[in-house]
Nanobody
Framework: VQLQASGGGLVQAGDSLRLSCVASGLTFRSYSMGWFRQAPGKEREFVAAITWIGGSTYYAESVKGRFTISRDNAKNTVNLQMNSLKPEDTAVYFC?????????????????WGQGTLVTVSS
């Protein structure tokens, strides 16, 4: 199983970025997908998730209204559209897969993790 995240970069506050995570080696449609992030010196924190059936979405309060998670089962891809970025959004962003899961904010609930992509937001 491989989760390949991409799309990170250096942007200014107020800009947008779109992260993508392509999954291989698993039956993608059977996995709820999540995005987490980890800033230097901080613990990994939940950002957003989307269920494997029904496509329900969940967001951390800190990103609600600015970030949008979506999935394309035909392309084995989960995306994170990030708008109105703030310096406090700076972190390494990870995608994760949870088999038949009701995705939540607990990292241990996820079965597989990608390698992360760095997002840096300057003020």
């Amino acid at each position: 199983v491989q989760l390949q995240a991409s799309g990170g970069g250096l942007v200014q506050a107020g800009d947008s970025l779109r992260l993508s995570c392509v999954a291989s080696g698993l039956t993608f449609r059977s996995y709820s997908m999540g995005w987490f992030r980890q800033a230097p010196g901080k613990e990994r924190e939940f950002v957003a998730a989307i269920t494997w059936i029904g496509g329900s979405t969940y967001y951390a309060e800190s990103v609600k209204g600015r970030f949008t998670i979506s999935r394309d089962n035909a392309k084995n891809t989960v995306n994170l559209q990030m708008n109105s970025l703030k310096p406090e959004d700076t972190a390494v962003y990870f995608c994760a897969a949870d088999y038949h899961g009701r995705p939540g904010p607990i990292p241990n609930e996820y079965d597989y993790w990608g390698q992360g992509t760095l997002v840096t937001v300057s003020s």
